[in-house]
């Protein structure tokens, strides 16, 4: 059987990571536990793209030299995700010989099937972005069309893949598969692109006078490799291509590129072509998530109002903000991002709906009986039913669309049942009446309807679910494979130990 193999975009290292960053692995970690949790062999790429002109200005600013600054960033990245809680299985970074090694090789392959040539190259440039554009763009945008900077004008020779060749091909493919992009406004956005404008040759060197940090591009000592060329490849030099091959061959093709929808250029145009010509298959998907706005404007270093996800993991810790990241708006689509939204989300949905559900009871199973419930017979009350078959039929089909908002959409309607069953039986009522297997056959239907929920949430908050399950007296080794398949109401005995509650309310202190 075939790893499930996803990626993230790597990360420049010319400044510290911000929220944008933390989504795109929020988002892709939640997808990997999913399918570990379905019982598929998953395969997590992430890292650190450590070359370029403005990584090495940046360190030049800091007074460092260039080979410690990255090494730095890269560890700063390194720290944020193991406080994420990210579960990546390799971290690669474009400045490790493995990786160079592949460049290398792919532009030996493309050069010698005719996809490469040296010519004067006379462009648009935006160093902040690293990105070439034509002079009709640039006038039309006034400027960079990404960041809307200013874009300075070079003239020199260089190396050219033929992008242009590719053109009709792409689109042709694109037209035959209209869920390589998703979500499918992305997708109309590179066909609309591919329709109205006519693909430029793309350079892929720098002289190296110039520009020195970078791969030393194989064919010319003279010139380093492009950033982005360089970049994009490390989604098959991670994968062990030229160094494993049966590793790679276990791999390819990608099942999901996760990016930012403001580089799907990069990765749905420019990667396809580079795959197209190393005749390899191409990804499964390329998935373009929205952008975390303040007010009208993207989170960015450009504009100045960058949200520090380490700040927010000390306030509302990171559950806390992974449930937020991942609840509050749908993948695909941009989200306004705010202290108060946050309150309101945390304290509505974790510490009201989730906490109180699960402390209570917990609580209940301690006072009434000792902390140990057993039944003999199963009782599932009927309330519970659909939203269990809801669970059951749809959420698997849910979060394989990345459509996580609305999986846990469904786990919240079943925790607020619970939350209604509570307050309609009345237990306090149970234990004075002295109704006590009554009381034991409820206690054991929430306290499984508590273990089931663990589950469903582990992609989503895997500390949160450990913490419940550690709670029930429960094994997180229920957690590590196909746990998804033996999901549903079972007969057994719960020795529970209460623990301090899950999500302390947060005041509203802070402002917007």
């Given at each position: 059987m075939s790893d499930f193999y996803l990626t993230t975009p790597l990360y420049y290292v010319n400044a510290s990571p911000h929220i944008g960053h933390a989504y795109t692995n929020v988002i892709s970690d939640c997808m990997a536990r999913f399918r570990r949790l379905n019982g598929e062999s998953v395969f997590f790429l992430t890292g650190t793209d450590e070359h370029g002109e403005k990584i090495k200005k940046a360190a030049e600013d800091c007074n460092e030299d260039v080979e410690k600054f990255v090494e730095e960033k890269a560890q700063t990245f390194k720290s944020?995700?193991?406080?994420?809680?990210?579960?990546?299985?390799?971290f690669i970074r474009t400045t490790e010989k493995s990786h160079v090694d592949v460049v290398s090789k792919v532009i030996k392959t493309v050069y010698d099937k005719g996809d490469i040539y040296k010519s004067k190259y006379r462009g648009f440039y935006c160093l902040p972005c690293e990105s070439f554009w034509t002079e009709s763009q640039v006038k039309e945008a006034a400027g960079c069309p990404d960041c809307k900077r200013d874009v300075e004008i070079i003239e020199e020779d260089n190396y050219f893949f033929k992008?242009?060749?590719?053109?009709?091909?792409?689109?042709e493919y694109l037209k035959n598969n209209p869920g390589f992009v998703k979500p499918k406004t992305r997708y109309n956005e590179v066909v609309s692109f591919l329709e109205r404008n006519t693909l430029e040759d793309l350079c892929i060197s720098r002289p190296k006078k110039r520009l020195g940090w970078g791969i030393d591009f194989p064919l010319d000592n003279n010139y380093v490799v492009y950033v982005w060329f360089d970049a994009l490849i490390n989604y098959i030099s991670g994968a062990g291509y030229l160094s494993d091959s049966d590793k790679f061959n276990s791999l390819w093709p990608v099942d999901i590129h996760f990016m930012a929808k403001d580089i799907l250029r990069h990765h749905a145009i420019f990667w396809p072509i580079m795959l197209k010509a190393l005749e390899l298959e191409m990804p499964r998907v390329i998935f373009a998530h929205g952008w975390w706005k303040i007010?009208?404007?993207?989170?960015?270093?450009?504009?100045g109002n960058i949200v520090n996800p380490l700040e927010l993991i000390k306030t509302i810790g990171v559950d806390?903000?992974?449930?937020?990241?991942?609840?509050?708006?749908?993948?695909?689509?941009?989200?306004n991002f705010s202290?108060?939204?946050?309150?309101?989300?945390?304290?509505?949905?974790?510490?009201?709906?989730?906490g109180n559900l699960v402390y209570r009871t917990l609580n209940m199973a301690e006072k009434y009986f000792k902390g140990v419930v057993q039944v003999k017979e199963l009782h599932i009350p009927e309330?519970?039913?659909?939203?269990?078959?809801?669970l059951q039929n749809d959420y698997a089909a849910s979060m394989e669309e990345v459509?996580?908002?609305?999986?846990?959409?469904k786990i919240w309607k079943f925790i607020n049942i619970m939350n209604k069953h509570v307050e309609d039986t009345k237990p306090w009522i149970l234990w004075k009446e002295k109704k006590l297997d009554e009381l034991n056959?409820?206690?054991?239907?929430?306290?499984?309807?508590?273990?089931?929920?663990?589950?469903?949430?582990y992609p989503f908050m895997p500390s949160t679910s450990e913490a419940i399950l550690r709670q029930l007296g429960i094994d997180n080794d229920v957690l590590s494979s196909n746990a998804l398949k033996d999901v549903a109401f079972r007969i057994g005995k719960f020795r529970v130990k209460k623990e301090e509650p899950l999500f302390p309310r947060i005041e509203s202190e802070s402002s917007d």
């Open positions: 944020l995700w193991k406080q994420l809680n990210i579960s990546y299985d390799f992008l242009s060749k590719y053109q009709e091909w792409l689109l007010g009208e404007d993207k989170i960015s270093k450009s504009r806390g903000l992974r449930y937020f990241l991942l609840r509050e708006v749908p993948v695909g689509v941009d989200g202290w108060s939204a946050i309150i309101n989300r945390l304290n509505s949905d974790l510490a009201n709906d989730l309330r519970f039913k659909p939203h269990l078959d809801c459509d996580f908002s609305s999986a846990l959409d056959s409820f206690l054991f239907s929430l306290l499984e309807g508590i273990r089931i929920t663990a589950i469903y949430i």
